[in-house]
């Protein structure tokens, strides 16, 4: 069988493994991080664009376009959460709804269904705590959601039960042709493959510049968030924009699938591609910005704030497909948003090239994705006690916030791609996303991490590298490690 490397684990990557996991090769993903989902795809808006915002003929619209009506299968067979709830672009002068028209325009030319022009009274019909002074807006009603971590780790665990080796902290610093394959430094030691395929999103430029001599110059681009409390209630059922400009789709407001609202991102392009700080200075420029969209905003309810980077090629569109002039190797370089909304159809176009080029085999058999139990706050009072029957953890509460119980922390370290760190498992169950952001449960998600990874409670990170949380046992501050 083929030997073939994957470099990234973000969704695009994900996607990619999974979809060649149909085939007869033998699969490792390579990961710089301690976990899938580090970089862009734990920190964006989570919005399945609908597709008029991209240059029509670009492959950034027709994978758009594609992505977004593959996403409702997609989500049902790896259990990745998916709403569409519908979007609206306002415009709120005279002087914008030439941009309106235009990202009708758009639109259609990309093939996207259901768009229309809509007006004031409808607008304040839809969505009652707009800004009333808006004057028109672009009412799309293929306009998506998922949560882009748990989709990556959904894609993640059905590749990795279809054979696909997940190895982390095993950043890519050097890739070079060696005769019919390639050799790749890592942080784990030189590793050998026949194809390889680079999907290591803001990294992704440098090892293309490595294997091909047509260059390419990616642009770190920063964005920074609010996150509202779900205990507010929402206020707005649709995601709604105001009219992009040539740094991006702009300041929206924006449900989530687990009842927050969102708000932001900034964009600016920024040196260090590894800096995701907060300012002061952009989250002013979200709630100012925010407050156009909805005067009624309050920053009271806020329960965090973070910031994500994009990798912004500096032609503005994806490259996707076999790296020009080095044979076997394979790329998805400058993915940025609409990325996430593209990654189902990017995964199923390169998959199929790379399978398409190399006569790779089908398996005889794909094993369907693990399913997953119902969230216990999901869960009616019949399932509950239904639950606890027949596993008693579930009994146990861990986070209060959002209500998740030991039996669910530790199925999410014991997936196929489980939870090693707190973050880890934040991000698979919800526990420490809620309003005390950890405070309550974090170290009793410590202990079960400890227990379930047979490791001592000072070797748990909070994200990987050296975020110990603790730095000693009690006995051993005192000077008494044998007690």
Not at 75 to 82: D, Q
Not at 234 to 242: D, G, P, S, V
Not at 317 to 336: K, L, N, Q, R
Request: hydrophobic content about 40%; glycine content about 10%.
């Amino acid at each position: 069988m083929k030997k073939i490397i994957v470099i990234g684990g973000g969704v695009i990557g994900c996607a990619v493994a999974r979809e060649l996991s149909r085939y007869e090769a033998e699969i490792i993903l390579l990961e710089g991080g301690v976990d899938v989902a580090e970089g862009a795809s734990k920190a964006n808006s989570a919005i399945v664009h609908a597709g008029f915002d991209a240059k029509p003929g670009t492959m950034k619209a027709k994978l758009n376009v594609e992505g977004v009506k593959m996403y409702p299968r997609l989500c049902a067979e790896v259990g990745a959460p998916y709403g569409q709830p519908g979007a609206m672009v306002l415009a709120f002068t005279p002087e914008e709804r030439p941009t309106i028209e235009k990202l009708y325009e758009q639109g259609i030319q990309n093939g996207v269904e259901q768009l229309r022009i809509i007006e004031r009274d409808e607008i304040l019909a839809l969505e009652p705590n707009t800004n009333p002074d808006v004057e028109c807006a672009l009412l799309a009603p293929t306009s998506g959601l998922t949560c882009p971590y748990e989709l990556t780790y959904a894609l993640a665990d059905h590749a990795a039960v279809n054979g696909v080796n997940f190895v982390m902290n095993a950043r890519v610093n050097g890739i070079r042709k060696d005769g019919e394959g390639f050799v790749l430094a890592t942080e784990k030691g030189e590793m050998h493959a026949e194809l390889v395929v680079n999907c290591a999103g803001m990294g992704s430029g440098e090892l293309h510049n490595q294997l091909s001599s047509r260059k390419v110059r990616l642009i770190p681009r920063k964005g920074e968030y609010y996150l509202l409390d779900h205990e507010l209630p929402l206020l707005f059922t649709r995601t709604m924009f105001q009219c992009p400009s040539k740094m991006g789709k702009g300041v929206l407001v924006s449900p989530t699938l687990h009842g927050n609202t969102i708000l932001g991102p900034t964009a600016e392009d920024i040196d260090d591609a590894t800096d995701v700080s907060t300012t002061r200075e952009a989250l002013a420029l979200v709630n100012e910005r925010s407050r156009m969209t909805w005067p009624g905003l309050t920053l009271r309810n806020v329960i965090t704030t973070f910031a994500g980077i994009r990798a912004h090629e500096e032609n503005g569109d994806f490259i996707i497909g076999a790296v020009e002039g080095c044979p076997g190797a394979y790329e998805t370089v400058g993915v940025e948003s609409p990325g996430l909304s593209s990654a189902p159809a990017i995964a199923e176009m390169l998959a199929g090239q790379i399978a398409g080029e190399n006569a790779l085999p089908l398996k005889p058999e794909w094993k369907p994705a693990p399913v997953r139990k119902k969230p216990f706050y999901a869960m009616s009072l019949e399932e509950r006690v239904e639950a606890v029957k027949e596993d008693a953890n579930y009994g146990a509460l861990v986070c209060r916030c959002e209500q998740v119980t030991e039996a669910e922390i530790r199925a999410a370290i014991r997936r196929p791609v489980g939870a090693t760190t707190i973050d880890g498992v934040k991000r698979r169950t919800r526990a420490g996303m809620g309003r005390c952001q950890g405070g309550f449960c974090s170290p009793r998600v410590l202990e079960i991490l400890a227990e379930e990874l047979g490791i001592d409670p000072t070797q748990v990170t909070k994200g990987g590298g050296k975020s110990n949380l603790l730095v000693s046992t009690i006995a051993q501050a005192m000077g008494k490690e044998d007690a």
